[in-house]
């Protein structure tokens, strides 16, 4: 059975940092694409990043891009979304994912696999 399970998230203070973690079992992590996504209430399911299973090669949505690192720990079948200097837009639901497409799928159609998310809280 394929799963994906979040954690880390909880409540920090803005310029503070968060690190989470994606944990795989069913399936080989390097095997595939693994991205991370946000979601708040009424809107949206959003790309944040990921990495991708051929190359690692990475994405990052401009919103986060200089403030948030995406790395694989292959002997863990573990994915990290490091995130700081976090401001209160980034308050969310975040969700990692895992897709068989090469290279770095944005859309959430392109990940077959999703976790049950974790809640990320940032106060101002």
């Known amino acids: 059975e394929v799963q994906l399970v979040e954690s880390g998230g909880g409540l920090v203070q803005a310029g503070g940092s968060l690190r989470l973690s994606c944990a795989v079992s069913?399936?080989?992590?390097?095997?595939?694409?693994i991205g991370w996504f946000r979601q708040a209430p009424g809107k949206e399911r959003e790309g944040v990043s990921c990495?991708?299973?051929?190359?690692?090669?990475?994405y990052y949505a401009d919103s986060v891009k200089g403030r948030f690192t995406i790395s694989r720990d292959n002997a863990k079948n573990t994915v990290y979304l490091q995130m700081n200097s976090l401001k209160p837009e980034d308050t969310d639901v975040y969700y990692c994912?895992?897709?068989?497409?090469?290279?770095?799928?944005?859309?959430?159609?392109?990940?077959?696999?999703w976790g049950q998310g974790t809640q990320v809280t940032i106060s101002s």
């Open positions: 994912a895992a897709s068989l497409r090469v290279g770095v799928p944005k859309a959430t159609y392109d990940y077959a696999y």
């Open positions: 069913g399936f080989t992590s390097e095997d595939y694409t």
């Open positions: 990495i991708g299973s051929s190359d690692g090669s990475t």
